[in-house]
């Protein structure tokens, strides 16, 4: 993929946001990201670990935990940031919650991009207003080499309707938008990290940063005795 030759955009004039359980953030998350903040040639890219997720089982990984552990996984990477309100919040992690409130933060003319992968998007008919996303910000759908698209009809013709060709060209509107943007391929999952350890196996640097393996065994995470 081509990574365009200028300046990074300030977040000041453009807000992307990418939420997750981060449980634990390794380093398919992190290489994702900056690969999208470079693209997009936006930083820093916001990650936000949610609290309650609305659509899948709660983290084995406190609150707290799981915030550390990404402080410590995007230590040295000026692409990246993090913001804990989804963390702050009572209750299930809503995206829609989120954008509305960054929305009104930032006001109408940003543009506010919310960056997710292609099995959330496969299930975005389950969210919570899933329909009003629009109304607040652009979607960015990231998906990897020889992956399948959805085939529901409804979802296909949303995303038809909304779609660009360029996930650049998100910038230049506030709102209203979504678009796809292919990575890298990264083969290293959160369960699959949370098996290996359960198991006794270490991670490899390339799948877990050193800082974050440490505080993994130091606080006994994912069945590590």
């Known amino acids: 993929m081509a990574i365009p030759d200028r300046k990074p955009i300030s977040a000041a004039a453009v807000k992307v946001l990418w939420g997750g359980t981060f449980d634990p953030i390794h380093q398919g998350h992190v290489s994702s990201a900056i690969e999208v903040s470079q693209y997009l040639g936006v930083k ?58 960054v929305r009104q933060e930032i006001g109408p003319v940003m543009p506010l991009i919310w960056c997710m992968g292609l099995d959330a998007f496969a299930g975005l008919q389950q969210w919570h207003r899933w329909q009003e996303l629009l109304d607040y910000g652009h979607l960015l759908v990231l998906t990897r080499p020889a992956t399948i698209w959805p085939q529901d009809p409804e979802l296909l013709t949303w995303y038809a309707t909304h779609k660009v060709d360029d996930a650049k060209h998100l910038l230049a509107s506030p709102l209203g938008q979504v678009a796809h943007l292919k990575l890298g391929q990264y083969p290293v999952s959160a369960t699959q990290i949370r098996q290996q350890l359960r198991l006794g196996y270490q991670p490899s640097a390339i799948e877990l940063a050193p800082a974050v393996a440490k505080y993994i065994a130091s606080q006994s995470l994912y069945g590590i005795n």
Not at 64 to 82: C, F, P, T, Y
């Open 44 to 101: 820093p890219l916001q990650l936000l670990p949610n609290s309650q997720p609305a659509h899948r089982h709660r983290p084995l990984a406190n609150a707290k935990q799981r915030v550390e552990m990404l402080s410590l996984a995007i230590a040295g990477h000026d692409e990246l940031a993090m913001d804990t309100r989804e963390i702050q919040r009572q209750g299930p992690s809503y995206s829609i919650l989120t954008l509305a409130e």
